[in-house]
């Protein structure tokens, strides 16, 4: 008999509607930003660095409910992930000719994915059934 653990598919629902609320500020502060004639970078890492915040406070709170502080590591893979959110914005806007808006939900979406993944094994949350 196969026992499932809801609590795992909670976390997982209720991440994915953070990242979804998180990805949301995201886009729009660097799309209106964008708008008003910023570069690509400045827009992209305003944009990026306003839901990189309200997506590490929602899920250390909400989903993950540490007590731990937010450590070194966790702010080092934050800093990794807008370096290369910026490298693959730049890279799809100019190799491919995207639109700015494109770029970023392609790139946003990606580092998100992989946020939960570095975030679920430093608050040491099993998520294996």
């Known amino acids: 008999m196969v026992k ?17 609320i998180s990805f949301t500020s995201d886009f729009l502060i660097s799309k209106w930003l ?18 990189a915040i309200c997506h590490l406070v ?4 909400f989903v993950f409910q540490s007590k731990k502080k937010i450590g070194l590591s966790v702010i080092l893979v934050y800093i990794f992930n807008l370096i290369f959110n910026n490298i693959i914005v730049l890279q799809l806007y ?8 494109i770029c970023k939900t392609v790139a ?7 946020n939960f993944f570095v975030l679920s094994r430093y608050f040491s949350i099993k998520l294996s059934v």
């Open 4 to 20: 499932f653990q809801f609590d795992k598919y909670k976390k997982i629902l209720s991440y994915g509607i953070i990242s979804l």
């Open 34 to 51: 964008f708008k008003l004639s910023f570069p690509i970078i400045l827009s992209n890492s305003i944009g990026w660095i306003s839901g």
């Open 94 to 101: 100019n190799q491919n000719g995207l639109t700015f808006l």
């Open 108 to 114: 946003t979406a990606i580092l998100f994915f992989f």
């Open 58 to 61: 929602l899920s250390k709170y």
